[in-house]
């Protein structure tokens, strides 16, 4: 057997430098040498050098005893001064000769041989082979000037040789400016020392003030002594004539008489011209450049005040007002200083309001990254009370721009763990990158589930957006329009909250259920309780039901127009309570009645009384077909504990799932539906939403509606015959952020018979609107394009998606559009018309509000206040309004379907019937849905009809432009008491048009009365035939292109065109309010799940099972 360990090779030697030269011959008999490294260091120079150059404290010692060295040598020079006697004369040995005693002499010769000692050495130590470079240098020439003749008449004194040479004219006064040297350098080894690097500024004023102090001090020791044998001025005179001459004033009282001193005053003159303006230039540069990077926000002041960090990629001028008019309209925030940290240099317009006195005081702007610790540390990120990373979401590569959030986010989580982060994100497949993150709002999330609610809810972006907004609802009040007033008043109400037990609105309702405090809270306070918290859970519960009962610990959240701390309130009479409520509310509902008045700050708002009237009063009269009833329809009570029999009762799932009330209709449906949660989730984080699905996955290739398959053969959406209308979604690509518009028109509470197919349109031409439905479509929705992003000026992002809504709105004027967009001030572009005086009127109302300071001065624009247009940037406060309500974010997830928390409610809406106008009062309303379905309202959409026809307000304002004044005025009087929003098409034949106008106008001054009544009917005629001329025109080309499809133009109705209507939103409306026909209440309805019996989870659970689920219903198409 071969033995392995000969095989086995002996290891390698560990080379020395020896053996890579001469080989490893021997290398096991060497002895290893030991290698000393930095031997040059451990010679005399270099410890030297070490002491007195490298060493930071130690260098920073030398320098210091130099300069003190150097400023004793100018106090001796002044005490010799300060002792001589002036001579008689005017020889010119008084230049060169001076009176100096002999201890004064022996201190000046000392400190000259320390100095010149000191300087030799250092330029030995420094010397680096060039010899003259060590002597030319300007400070190595003064100290010889200065230190030399002293050392020469010492050793001249000593010998006995020419004891007067001890009183030779030195000028030692020059010191200065080695004292200046000294200095720079010690500030130098300074900030080396404690590692301050952001020092520039200071070193530049310190370096100015030292030169003019130089100057100012050789100019008085020159002048003095020059004039020895003149004037004989002392070291005052002197001072005065430096100031004055130096200041350009030179009153002429104080004047040098001989020529060397004339001479010497030129030349400092002339030193004075090229130094000075060299410093104040350098001065300047850097004064500039700090105000570009902002400087440093001090440790000081981080330490005694409390500021917040905002991290931006740019800087807009609207950003930064929405961000400041938003985080300072709390009462709390107003100490707060504001630290905005953007790695861009500072706009125009922003540079231009932070002059402003109102914000220079409290913000402060940091050119800087978020990516360096260094400009961390500027702005005191570990010191700040928190830190808002927005993005930019006017880049082309949205995705790109969260990459960018995201690092900002690490890299201030990695420099400061405990700063609470406020970030915002794009994408919703980046979220759980920055999952540490306390607060987090995704756009695209909210942005898809607020255009989905729209379809099914109508305007709740304009609900969301007045909730999330700061407003002490002042806008609009001094509008002579109605609408406007009651509008502008509820866009003040917020949402609040107090922990029961500290809370004046619900303390008496402990351990009574929540709809029975919701219900009394608003009848007695005129506040909305939506949504309870348990001290023990984290999670919020938006209108738990009547089975909820209220704990002293609870968190309770309100919607108000203010909170309860800022309220007062006053009792109104007992009579007149008792009075009122006996009329109306019996048995144990009835509770007295008060008033409350709201104020907030210098402003107080007497709210509407909330007691019901009688009978005979003009808010509750009966309607003309029910006054010969003899009693009211009743209305039960709202029970302060629920009864079990009575929510079993209750129909709570009768109009949420009709397929489940009985077996028999379950099979009838052969259960193409199943309810459970999407067995694939689109990006990590999403939150798991039970909703519709189909029992089997459809097809990829049956997702095309435009082509035929080998399943089917449609190739329209009318030939799929579908029972409910389309809705048709236009975006530019199919992110994942579609996912969270899908779901909220699938969720499970939904009915099925109301479940509206979903066509998904990436581009728009007409061809593929008519082939997917848009003539009998239930509502379009544009999406924002990404592409637009990239044009040069911001506010032009918006300009495709508004000529394509524009372009819809013409041809299709009965669609119902839904778009959102980018900036907030191109919404008043939507729906546009050019001469429709109304939009004018309101455009004006718009900036009258923006100059009172309000922060929703966009609010009374009629597409966004029907809810028909949105900014998600108004969203940007729901970040900002997380610093103080921490709970606003996961309140707006749960309204708008983004999360779901067992028991927790959700949002929907009802509409007012002709049988339901018997209720009356938005009071009577809120306790019919208490007491029956448990449900919540929060608020009303109501829809107004113009008084006017087309025609009528078409021709009343076209006319307007052709009148006299006196005649405009009348118009304008008539169009004031009929809104109207009617005429906007008036673009063609513009020649015809006004030939027409002059040809009435002349008929109605010359002719008889009657003439002009007809001319002025046939001119009204002939202009309804324009407007009609040129929709017909837009009608024929629709048909035309339907015809060339081989589409049915049944339906296509080009006239009805709402033009004649607008729509508001009235939040936590009074409760008197009147219910009118056609209104929209908002409800916070209870989960229906939380009330079915415990078998009924097992069979929802059984048919939630099935594999292969989708619940995208619009896989049919």
């Not at 300087?119 to 200065?146: A, C, D």
């Not at 099914?456 to 007045?466: F, N």
Request: glycine fraction near 4%; charge should be neutral.
């Amino acid at each position: 057997m071969v033995d392995l360990e000969s095989e086995v090779p002996p290891l390698p030697p560990r080379y020395r430098f020896r053996d890579l030269l001469l080989g490893d011959q021997g290398w096991q008999n060497d002895d290893r040498v030991q290698v000393e490294f930095y031997m040059n260091e451990n010679t005399f120079k270099e410890r030297l050098k070490l002491f007195f150059i490298k060493n930071q404290r130690s260098s920073l010692r030398i320098r210091l005893f130099n300069f003190s060295l150097k400023l004793l040598s100018c106090l001796l020079y002044i005490i010799r001064v300060l002792l001589e006697n002036p001579s008689q004369g005017n020889e010119w040995s008084h230049i060169f000769w001076v009176n100096r005693s002999l201890p004064l002499w022996g201190l000046q010769v000392s400190v000259a041989l320390i100095s010149l000692f000191e300087t030799i050495l250092l330029g030995y130590l420094s010397y680096k082979g060039n010899i003259w470079e060590q002597i030319l240098r300007i400070p190595f020439i003064l100290e010889i000037i200065n230190a030399v003749p002293f050392i020469i008449s010492f050793r001249f004194v000593l010998q006995i040789f020419w004891p007067s040479l001890r009183n030779l004219f030195v000028p030692v006064f020059l010191n200065c400016w080695l004292a200046k040297h000294a200095l720079e350098n010690m500030i130098n080894d300074l900030h080396r020392a404690i590692q301050r690097t952001q020092s520039a500024m200071f070193n530049q004023v310190l370096i100015l003030i030292s030169t003019l102090l130089c100057l100012i001090f050789t100019c008085i020791c020159g002048i003095q002594h020059l004039e020895r044998i003149g004037k004989k001025l002392n070291l005052f005179d002197s001072l005065y004539f430096c100031i004055v001459t130096f200041s350009t004033v030179g009153f002429g009282d104080v004047t040098p008489e001989t020529w060397s001193s004339k001479l010497f005053v030129v030349a400092m003159i002339c030193v004075a011209l090229v130094v000075l303006p060299i410093q104040f230039e350098q001065l300047a540069y850097l004064w500039m450049e700090r105000q570009k990077s902002g400087g440093n926000y001090s440790r000081h002041r981080a330490q005694t005040e409390k500021h917040v960090v905002l991290c931006v990629s740019s800087l807009k001028i609207d950003l930064l007002m929405d961000f400041l008019n938003e985080f300072y309209a709390h009462p709390r925030l107003q100490d707060y200083y504001v630290v905005i940290l953007c790695p861009t240099e500072m706009d125009v317009q922003v540079r231009r309001v932070l002059q402003i006195p109102m914000w220079s005081q409290r913000v402060i702007y940091l050119q800087g990254s978020a990516l360096k610790d260094q400009d961390l540390l500027r702005a005191k990120m570990d010191d700040a009370e928190a830190c808002f990373i927005l993005s930019s979401r006017c880049e082309v590569d949205r995705t790109s721009s969260d990459h960018q959030t995201i690092l900002r986010a690490w890299a201030v989580k990695d420099f400061a763990p405990n700063c609470p982060l406020y970030v915002q994100i794009l994408k919703p497949e980046n979220k759980f990158h920055i999952k540490f993150a306390d607060h987090v709002v995704c756009e695209e999330e909210f942005k898809y589930a607020m255009l989905a609610l729209n379809c099914i809810c109508p305007a709740t972006s304009t609900l969301i957006t007045l909730l999330v907004h700061t407003s002490r609802g002042q806008e609009g009040q001094q509008s002579p329009e109605q609408w406007q007033k009651m509008y502008g008043r509820c866009s003040g109400n917020e949402v609040y909250h107090i922990v029961l037990e500290e809370s004046t609105f619900f303390a008496e309702y402990e351990g009574k259920s929540f709809t029975y405090a919701s219900f009394h809270a608003h009848k007695k306070f005129g506040v909305c309780l939506i949504g309870v918290r348990r001290e023990d859970n984290k999670n919020i519960l938006l209108n738990p039901g009547p089975r909820y009962i209220m704990n002293s610990t609870d968190i309770c959240f309100y919607i108000n127009i203010t909170k309860e701390e800022n309220s007062a309130f006053k009792n109104q009479d007992q009579q007149r309570k008792s009075n009122v409520s006996r009329s109306f509310y019996h048995g144990p509902s009835r509770l007295p009645v008060h008033s409350i008045i709201a104020s907030m700050g210098t402003v107080a708002i007497d709210l509407q009384d909330t007691s019901c009237r009688s009978a005979s009063g003009p808010t509750l009269s009966l309607p003309t077909e029910g006054s010969k009833e003899i009693r009211r329809p009743s209305i039960a009570p709202v029970l302060e504990v629920a009864d079990t029999s009575s929510i079993q009762t209750c129909d709570l799932l009768s109009d949420q799932s009709e397929d489940e009330t009985t077996p028999d209709e379950e099979m009838s449906s052969n259960l193409e539906y199943a309810k459970g949660y999407p067995p694939y989730s689109p990006y990590i984080g999403s939150s798991p939403t039970f909703c519709h699905l189909l029992h089997e996955k459809v097809p990829f290739c049956c997702l095309r509606l435009d082509k035929s398959c080998q399943h089917n053969y449609y190739e329209d959406a009318k030939a799929y015959g579908f029972k409910n209308k389309l809705i048709i979604v236009a975006a530019e690509t199919a992110g994942n952020g579609l996912y969270n518009f899908i779901v909220p028109l699938r969720a499970y509470y939904r009915p099925k018979k109301e479940l509206n197919p979903i066509v998904l349109l990436l581009d728009n031409p007409l061809d593929d609107l008519l082939r997917c439905g848009v003539t009998f479509a239930a509502n379009m929705v544009v999406v924002d394009k990404e592409s637009t992003m990239s044009a040069e000026e911001d506010y032009m992002a918006d300009a495709k998606t508004i000529v394509n809504v524009q372009t819809l709105f013409r041809l299709f004027s009965s669609l119902s559009i839904i778009t959102e967009l980018t900036h907030p001030a191109n919404m008043r572009f939507m729906q546009f018309r050019a001469k429709d005086c109304y939009s004018l009127a309101l455009s004006k109302l718009e900036k009258k509000e923006r100059e009172r300071g309000s922060n929703l001065a966009f609010m009374f624009r009629l597409p966004f206040a029907a809810g028909r247009v949105f900014s998600i940037s108004m969203l940007d406060t729901l970040l900002y309004q997380s610093f103080v309500k921490d709970y606003m974010i996961s309140i707006t997830r749960l309204l708008l379907g983004l999360d779901t928390t067992p028991g927790s409610g959700f949002l929907c809406s009802m509409k007012i019937t002709a049988d339901d106008l018997w209720i009356r009062t938005y009071a009577r309303l809120y306790q019919k849905l208490c007491s029956s379905t448990g449900d919540v309202p929060i608020g009303i959409y109501r829809t107004e009809s113009q008084k006017l026809t087309t025609s009528e307000s078409q021709i009343s304002i076209s006319v307007e432009e052709w009148e006299d004044t006196k005649d405009s005025k009348e118009q304008g009087h008539h169009r004031s008491n009929h809104r109207n929003s009617t005429s906007s098409d008036q673009s063609d034949h513009p020649l015809l048009r006004r030939k027409s106008m002059q040809w009435a106008r002349r008929l109605s001054r010359k002719g008889p009365k009657h003439s002009g009544k007809t001319a002025e009917k046939i001119t009204q005629q002939r202009l309804n035939l324009y407007r009609r001329s040129e929709r017909q025109e837009l009608a024929e080309l629709v048909k035309n292109r339907m015809k060339h499809l081989g589409l049915s133009t049944v339906g296509y109705d080009e006239m009805n065109d709402h033009q004649s209507t607008l729509s508001y939103i009235l939040i936590n409306p009074s409760p008197d309010t009147r219910i009118e026909l056609n209104d929209v209440v908002y409800l916070i309805r209870p989960d229906p799940l939380a009330y079915l019996p415990n078998s009924e989870p097992s069979r929802r659970n059984s048919i939630c099972n099935v594999t292969g689920q989708d619940s995208r219903e619009e896989t049919q198409l």
